[in-house]
Nanobody, 124 residues
Framework: QVQLVESGGGLVQAGGSLRLSCAASGRTGSTYAMAWFRQAPGKEREFVARIRWNTGTTTYADSVKGRFTISGVNAKSTFLQMNSLKPEDTAVYYC??????????????????WGQGTQVTVSS
């Protein structure tokens, strides 16, 4: 099992920045990738960014490309640097981990472990 704990959310004005952190514990060596998803009220959970551990390859949703940066350290932690925040970025942000390389990594169903989420609110 892998346990994930997010931190770093909060309230920020449009144009500002936040850095989210996700600390992993347990069998972190069994994970293939970690990702961030977000869910706004009344909306489905959506993919934000992903990092693959063996190659360091990163993937971003078009809506955050150029503004957000995902990074990580040895499958034990991942970070999401969020710059130029917009009100539409307001959501609960979740960290998750994937044990395998197969599947559609844009779908939340592809991930095996989830954190409890951290609220990000961007005011206009």
């Amino acid at each position: 099992q892998v346990q994930l704990v997010e931190s770093g959310g909060g309230l920020v004005q449009a144009g500002g920045s936040l850095r989210l952190s996700c600390a992993a514990s347990g069998r972190t060596g069994s994970t293939y990738a970690m990702a961030w998803f977000r869910q706004a009220p009344g909306k489905e959970r959506e993919f934000v960014a992903r990092i693959r551990w063996n190659t360091g390859t990163t993937t971003y949703a078009d809506s955050v490309k150029g503004r957000f940066t995902i990074s990580g350290v040895n499958a034990k932690s991942t970070f999401l640097q969020m710059n130029s925040l917009k009100p539409e970025d307001t959501a609960v942000y979740y960290c998750c981990a994937d044990r395998t390389a197969s599947g559609n990594f844009y779908s939340p169903r592809d991930y095996d472990y989830w954190g409890q989420g951290t609220q990000v609110t961007v005011s206009s």
